[in-house]
């Protein structure tokens, strides 16, 4: 570019390739040889072409050239959009599973399939997937831990009664979150209201 560069700028351009102090000797010897023109601010210098050496272009050679690097522009502005467009289709393309992954996804879909289809044919058979006899143990077991829910809650809620008695309702409820006590939620709440266990007397059996 034909303007004044300082010694440090030159350095920069060069990618640190020669050294600043260099740049600075080398630029000197060439204002000595005439070849560039320094010119001193303050305590800073800079280097300029030598405006003399400088060929003249005429007027028809500028516009040629000018036309030239329009044309290199409007290339490169091609060139982009088609590196871009070739970019987008080399991620589409490296997103897409390979031969041998969509084979083994086809397998894996496979398996599945089957696995679903054999869990299916019982149902079509129309054969129980659970017997009487396991659903009365369910519900045994259901009555039995359900019972035994009953009665470690109100075990619980005895001792803490009388734990708690000569508390003020705010101590009793600070200390229960100092020692992580954990109530009922409303899940729990909305449980007891339904009819699995609506259905079920004080002993545990279902109601008459």
């Known amino acids: 570019m034909n303007r004044p560069f300082g010694a440090v700028d030159v350095a920069a351009n060069l990618k640190g390739a020669v050294p600043k102090t260099t740049t600075q000797k080398i630029l000197l010897a060439l204002a000595e040889k005439k070849e560039v023109v320094q010119k001193t601010y303050g305590k800073t210098a800079f280097f300029v072409a030598n405006q003399a050496n400088l060929d003249e ?50 397998q894996e879909v496979a398996a599945a399939v089957e696995k679903a289809q054999k869990h299916l044919e019982p149902l079509r058979a129309g054969t129980p997937l659970v017997s009487a006899a396991e659903i009365a143990q369910l519900d045994t077991d259901w009555v039995k831990w359900r019972m035994e829910w009953i009665r470690r809650r109100k075990v619980f809620k005895d001792f803490w009664d009388m734990a708690t008695d000569a508390l003020p309702r705010q101590d ?26 609506t259905s079920l007397g004080a002993n545990g059996k279902p109601k008459k």
Do not use: F, W
Not at 84 to 106: N, R, V, Y
Not at 173 to 179: F, I
Not at 184 to 194: F, G, K, S, V
């Open 172 to 197: 009793a409820t600070n200390l229960a979150e100092d020692l992580g006590i954990e109530y009922d939620t409303e899940e729990h709440a909305i449980l007891e209201r339904n009819t699995l266990c």
């Open 57 to 106: 272009l005429p007027a028809e050679k500028l516009a040629t050239m000018e036309a030239e690097v329009k044309t290199i522009d409007e290339e490169n502005t091609a060139l982009l959009a088609e590196v871009k467009a070739a970019s987008a289709e080399l991620a589409k393309l490296k997103s897409t599973p390979t031969d041998g992954e969509l084979t083994i996804q086809i």
